[in-house]
């Protein structure tokens, strides 16, 4: 179970790294084929504000990297438990607002790791 949710993780950190460089580098160009219900024609003038939000997630990634580098096995998961947590409740409140699939693409897999993270935890 321990390796199951290194790779949750991981693959989390990796979906938000990804998300950082669609949104600060990639928004007037892979943008308006990965979000399609957005009108073309939105997307230059929010570059600035997507790039911002490129950053935040980018931030989350770190902190799921960060897990990685941690010794101490409680505040490892709980690091983990905490990042998890914002990206999920992130993921539900971008489903509810703006497009259910953002649920499947980043609620789902941070609740996943949290699932198995917490397990672990209290496995111990």
Known sequence: MKWIAKILIGLVALIH?????????AWTTRGPKVFTSLAPELFEPTKTLAANQGL?????????????????????????I????????????????????????????????LGAVIWLKFKD
């Open 17 to 25: 790294c990804y998300i950082l460089w669609l949104e600060m580098f």
């Open 56 to 80: 935040y997630n980018g931030f989350l990634a770190a902190g799921l990297i960060w897990t990685f580098f941690i010794s101490d096995k409680n505040w490892r998961n709980n690091v983990a």
């Open 82 to 113: 905490f990042f998890l947590s914002c990206i999920s409740i992130a993921g539900i409140y971008g489903a509810i607002t703006a497009e259910v699939r953002i649920f499947f693409v980043q609620a789902l897999p941070a609740l996943l790791g």
